[in-house]
């Protein structure tokens, strides 16, 4: 069993900067991909950014490249989610995840293993 747990959520006005942080415990934290994934209000829950084991390859929905970096800390158990330049249609809860897959197949509905319980992000214009 792996537990998440993310912090960091808030509001913030468009073009701000936020940092989410997602906390592991459990079984080993670096044989898992991770990934973080979010909900806006009538949507269903989408891929953001997915890192593998090592940190050293990540993937991103087309819609956050350049203006979000995901980044893990194996040695902290912990994950990172830097969003620069923030819209309001980033709106949304955010969720981190684990996945015993591949980092490139987390745009599958059935890549997470874990999820956290989400911490909300919202962007005002």
């Known amino acids: 069993q792996v537990q998440l747990v993310e912090s960091g959520g808030g509001l913030v006005q468009a073009g701000g900067s936020l940092r989410l942080s997602c906390a592991a415990s459990g079984r080993t934290f670096s044989i898992y991909a991770m990934g973080w994934f979010r909900q806006a209000p009538g949507k269903e829950r989408e891929f953001v950014a997915a890192?593998?084991?090592?940190?050293?390859?990540?993937y991103y929905k087309d819609s956050v490249k350049g203006r979000f970096t995901i980044s893990r800390d194996n040695a902290k158990n912990t994950m990172y989610l830097q969003m620069n330049s923030l819209k309001p249609e980033d709106t949304a809860v955010y969720y981190c995840s684990a996945s015993s897959k591949g980092y490139l197949a987390a745009t599958m509905p059935t890549w997470s293993d874990y999820w956290g319980q989400g911490t909300q992000v919202t962007v005002s214009s």
């Open positions: 890192i593998n084991w090592s940190g050293g390859n990540t």
